[in-house]
Structure formats: C-alpha cells, structure tokens
C-alpha cells in the first residue's frame, strides 16, 4: 500500500521496509468518521481494505478504495482537513503519524522530495 503513496514511490526496497514498521493499522466501521473537516490533523492514511467516502460541504466527492491515501497534506502542513472522511463499508487503514514521518525523512531524504513535490502539485493545482 505505502508504494501507491505517491509521498513514497522513490523509496528504496529497504526504506519501504523501514517505513513499514512505522505504520499501524487502524479499524473504522461503516458510518465511522475517520476525519472532520476543519479539525488539524496529524495522519495520512491508506486503505488496504475497505471503502472510504470523502465528503465536502455535504456532498461526496469521492469514494476510496484498496490503494488509494488520503491526509497527506496534513502530513505536510499540520493545517485544517479539508474534507469529512468517513468509512462507507468496513474499513482497513494504515495511519502514519506526522512525528513518525518526519523522523523518518531525516534518515532518507527522498521521501523528503517526495513530500516537496506533492506539496508542489497541490499548489499548482490551486492557481
């Protein structure tokens, strides 16, 4: 899963296992709330199984599955989430925290780039 993180594609077969012993795997239900929009998260998550609606303002704009993340911008800016993310049938997530991954970039310097360059595209992304 931590592989299809696109904060993580440069990773080294090595840095993935180290990766991977940072991770913990955390358990939502259907209709539990994982995030709120507005609350200042610490957390990026990726789905190993399950479904995972993502909410704004209401409305759904996007249903995640096996493989797909979500929370990496709290990972890079500590800011408000920007979307309610809520497990729509159980759902499998692994979590790493900001404090992990940033100990983590200071023994590998590419999930740093990594981390520099998604911040680039969600910025361009915005103009």
């Not at 840095?15 to 991770?23: E, I, P, S, T, W």
């Not at 993502?54 to 979500?70: C, Q, S, T």
């Not at 800016?77 to 100990?103: F, M, N, W, Y």
Request: glycine share 12%; proline share 2%.
């Amino acid at each position: 899963m931590l592989q299809q993180v696109p904060l993580f594609q440069h990773l080294s077969t090595e840095g993935f296992l180290d990766l991977a012993q940072l991770v913990q795997e955390e358990e939502y239900g259907p209709g539990k709330t994982i995030c709120k929009t507005g609350e200042y998260g610490d957390t990026l998550y990726a789905v190993v199984e399950g479904a995972v609606g993502v909410r704004r303002d209401g409305r759904e704009i996007a249903n995640l599955g096996k493989g797909e993340y979500f929370g990496e911008m709290a990972i890079i800016d500590s800011g408000p989430r920007s979307a309610d993310c809520v497990a729509i049938t159980r759902a499998s997530l692994l979590a790493l925290r900001k404090e992990q991954l940033q100990a983590f970039c200071f023994r590998d310097a590419q999930v740093l780039r990594g981390m520099m360059r998604v911040l680039s595209e969600r910025l361009q992304g915005i103009a």
